[in-house]
Each structure stands twice: as C-alpha cells, then as structure tokens.
Antibody, heavy 122, light 111 residues
Framework: QVQLQESGPGLVKPSETLSLTCTVS????????WSWIRQPPGKGLEWIGY???????NYNPSLKSRVTISIDTSKNQVSLKLSSVTAADTAVYYC????????????????WGHGTTVTVSS | QSVLTQPPSVSGAPGQRVTISCTGS?????????VHWYQQVPGTAPKLLIY???DRPSGVPDRFSGSKSGTSASLAITGLQAEDEADYYC???????????FGTGTKVTVL
C-alpha cells in the first residue's frame, strides 16, 4: 500500500524559499506522476505541478517562474521548492500520485499525503 | 486561469439523491479529457471517488456515480447518508495549463 508523507517547515518568511519533501513508502518514485497541490485556508484545490521521472515535468503557468519539483530516487522522495513566497502562498500543501505511466489524463490522483500546513509570515 | 465551475453547495435529506455539476470548456472537459471526482472531509486530504468519468476505485460505495457530456460532468449521490457530508471537487486535464484543473468545490449538507 503506497503512502505519502509531506514534511518541511511550517513557517516561512516572506521573500524566502519554501521547501517541502514528500517521502514515498510502499512504492517507487521512478514510476508514475507525482504532483504537488495546495489549498489556501477556506479555499479550493490548486495544482502546482507534476513530475514523472522519465516522461515529463510541468508546472502551473501562474507559478512556473517560482516553482521547482524534483525527484530523488535514492531516497524515494519528491521535493517542492517555491521561491519568493508571500502571504498568498499560505496553504496546506499536499503531494499526490497519478498512477499513469503514459499521459496524466486517465486515472486521477489515487494516493494523497495527509498534507502539511505552511504559513508565510514574518 | 482555467477552472471548472461547480455550485457552491447542495443539500438533501437522508436517503435522497443529489447531483453536483462540473462545467468546463473546450480546453479541458470539452477536449475529451477524463473527469475525476474527490471527496474531502474538512481537515483531511481529498479522497478519489470517481476516476475516468464513471469508474469507482475499490471500496467506494456504488451510491456514488459519475457521468460526462460535452463540456460538463456530474456526480450523483443516491441514498444520501450523514457520512456523505463533505466537500466535493471535480478535476480534469487542461491543454492551456498542460496540467490539472480543479473545480471550485461543492459543499454537500445532509439535512
């Protein structure tokens, strides 16, 4: 059974870089699409970006200039970096898996982490 | 930014049937990309409820069903139960984003 666990600082100062890690157990990050999704307090879900280790990486155009997603196969982890953060980046951040190995259209996000709350404040 | 539009809220009495609409555009649902549905109980992560427009993952009750037509999709909950009270989101793929687009979310209240 695949499980995801997000981790990282809960508080980040404005203009700094938010860094989160998603540790995958029960499966390999070398397959499938791995996404980061966020949810501001009281609001809906926003896709940040996804990465497939050997197929493609794409980011939400609204965040593209500030986002980097990477995969560390040796640690079985997926990482997110979001630079120049502001209060608008305060949210619960989730990592999630799309089980496809071709195109990320068909299966939805079948495994989610519990999420980690990040607050941007000085 | 691309977004899928859902009604903010729907409600029904226990045992009733409710439906949630999800309206997209020619760059997502209308482009024949599949629609998926998630249930989110407040304070918890979303859970996949329907994938590929109509399919249920193992363990999801058959009270939940999905459909899709043109640029829209719908989620139906029959035999509404108190435990169905949650937020529901649709999701698809968008060619403009080259990635995922989510619905605005619908809160289901069991009266």
């Amino acid at each position: 059974q695949v499980q995801l666990q997000e981790s990282g600082p809960g508080l980040v100062k404005p203009s700094e870089t938010l860094s989160l890690t998603c540790t995958v157990s029960g499966g390999s990050v070398s397959s499938h699409y791995w996404s980061w999704i966020r949810q501001p307090p009281g609001k809906g879900l926003e896709w940040i970006g996804y990465m497939h280790h050997s197929v493609r990486t794409n980011y939400n155009p609204s965040l593209k200039s500030r986002v980097t997603i990477s995969i560390d196969t040796s640690k079985n982890q997926v990482s997110l970096k979001l630079s120049s953060v502001t209060a608008a980046d305060t949210a619960v951040y989730y990592c999630a898996r799309d089980p496809s190995n071709s195109y990320p259209y068909y299966y939805g996000l079948d495994v989610w982490g519990h999420g980690t709350t990040v607050t941007v404040s000085s | 930014q691309s977004v899928l539009t859902q009604p903010p809220s729907v409600s029904g009495a226990p045992g009733q049937r409710v439906t949630i609409s999800c309206t997209g555009s020619s760059s997502n649902i209308g482009a024949r990309y599949d629609v998926h549905w998630y249930q989110q109980v407040p304070g918890t992560a979303p859970k996949l409820l329907i994938y590929g427009n109509t399919d249920r993952p193992s363990g999801v009750p058959d009270r939940f069903s999905g459909s899709k037509s043109g640029t829209s999709a719908s989620l139906a909950i029959t035999g509404l139960q108190a435990e169905d009270e949650a937020d529901y989101y649709c999701q698809s793929y968008d060619t403009g984003l080259s990635g995922y687009v989510f619905g605005t979310g619908t809160k289901v209240t069991v009266l």
